[in-house]
Every structure is written in structure tokens, then in C-alpha cells.
């Protein structure tokens, strides 16, 4: 199975207005519920993929509630997606994506989250220890609640490779420079995080700069101009047929789900960037935020262009 850690989940609430205006009351036009957090969307898209799926994080309150009843109540995939969630006394986050229906544009609220303690924070470690024993890899996602350590990612990448299980972190800012110095096999950082990490906005030197701080490969995704791969084995840019417009929450996601799942199936790594690309664009077609457009993602796939850099290895 494949093991996703979201430390922070939430309920993802998207509501839809015709027009987003500074200063005024809008009328809701649409609204969708749905349980949230990073790794929560990278395990729905893993099963949809056909992969069995565990989610473990921590989730509380009567929102945790809501959010365990809506994972429990997603439609039957191929495969299987457990919850294997830890209680916390406080109150899981909300998020909000407000869709702009007049420029499909999207602006995103996310709370912090619930204070978690040490006990939690225990507890979290134990079950983790014990689902890596089953683990064929693991992905690491998202913001850190309040309570959790800075370094708590580096500790979770530390056990991963003592467990021998590939690790994937996608995170940012102060967690994620202390996660890449645990070594995690993969990072999948956007270009402001990537910027933020390494002061460059050039993606080859950023990217390359990224790996010198101990990721084995990264993957930058670069929005609309698809993903540059920086990895042991070769250079590679992965682009989309065409830029696409739509709502981009959770495309991030999908691209973690194309590279796991690329990573569990042992794909080449052109495969499994054409996989993350097809994923994160069908993910930015789909009408709900947040899910992909499978006959997207279909005729993408074969679509996508892959570029080795003249430069070669890493
Ligand atoms: O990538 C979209 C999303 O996963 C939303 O589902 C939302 O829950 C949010 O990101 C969480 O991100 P954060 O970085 O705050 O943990």
C-alpha cells in the first residue's frame, strides 16, 4: 500500500460566485464539502489510479467528524483508501477556495489548524512506525498545525529511510529545509517555494541548487509550463499539450499521486513525469476542485512532452 501523512487535514469548503469584488456581499452560486488537506487529495487520486491507499494525520473536533464521515463516504474505487487518522482534542481546519465565475480565477483562506500536542504528536509517531512496516512508499504533505515542531518532517523522513520505504515530502518553507536535510528520496516544490528555499527564480539552478541540500530528486512543478525533474538518473522537462485554464486547487496533489504511483509501479522516470503532468492538468479541467477529469487525463497522457536536458545527469 501507499501511506499519505497530512499532519494538517481539513474540510475543504470551494464556494462559487459569479464575480469576486473587493468590498461587497456575493451570492453563492455553488458549493462543494469535501475532506481535504494535501494528502488526503493525493490518496482519493491514488485509488481512482488503482492503488491501495492509507491516510494517517491527525483529525478532531466536530470537524475532524465531518471530515472521517465524507472520507468514508467517497465513491468505491479500484482500490482501497483507510483512514488510519489520529484524534486530536482540537478542532480540524476549514479551508475556502472562492471560484470567480466571471475569470475562473480561484483565493484560497486556510486556518491554521488545531493546536496539537505532545501526547498527539507521540501517538502520531507510533502509528506511523507501524504502518510503515507495510508501506511500499510514503508521501509526506502540507502546512504543520500549531504544536508540531519545525523539524517534525525531518523526523518523519528519518524513519521512513531507517523503515527502507521511498519518501516523497511536499511542503514549504522552514519545514521544508529542514526536511530536505533528512534526505528524502523525492521533493515536488512550486516555484515560489522553490525561490523561497534557494533565492533563484531561474528553475534549473533553483532546482539543481534544491538537490546539493540533500533531496535525492526534485521535482519543481512549474504551473501552466508543466515540471523539470532534477533527479540521480538525468534532466528532464515535462510540458502539457497546451495551457489549460481552470480551477488549479489540488493539481499540486495529483502530480504527487502521478509520481507515487509512477514510483510504486516502477515506471521510467519519463513515464512517471508524463503521468504527474497529464494528472495535474486533467486535475485543473475537472469541475469539482480538487478531482480529475479521467477522459482528460486519458488523452493527455500520451500528449505530454518530454525534453532530457542536453546537460544530462543531475
Ligand atoms: O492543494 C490544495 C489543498 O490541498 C487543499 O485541499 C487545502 O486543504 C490546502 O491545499 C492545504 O494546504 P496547506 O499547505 O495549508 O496544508
Redesign the pocket.
Known sequence: MILTV?L???L?LTYSVPALVPHSSHRVTDLSE?P???G??VARVLTALGHDTVVTGFAGGATGTVLRDLLAALPRQKATLTDALVPVSGDTRR?L?VVDAATGDTT?F?EA?PHVTADEWTALLGAYAELLKTADAVAL???LPPGIHVGAYGELVRLARTAGVPVLLD??GEPLRRGIAARPDLIKPNADELAQLTGSREPLRATRDARRRGAHGVIASLGPDGMLAVTPDGVWRASPPAPVKGNP?????SAVAGLLSGLAESLSWPDRLRRAVALSTATVLAPT??DFDRTAYEELLPRVAIEEHAAGAA
Open positions: 497530512t494538517n487535514t481539513a475543504d469535501r481535504g488537506g494535501k488526503l487529495n479551508t477556495a484560497q486556510n489548524g504533505c502540507g502546512s511542503t514549504s486547487t489540488g493539481a499540486g496533489d476542485a480538487g
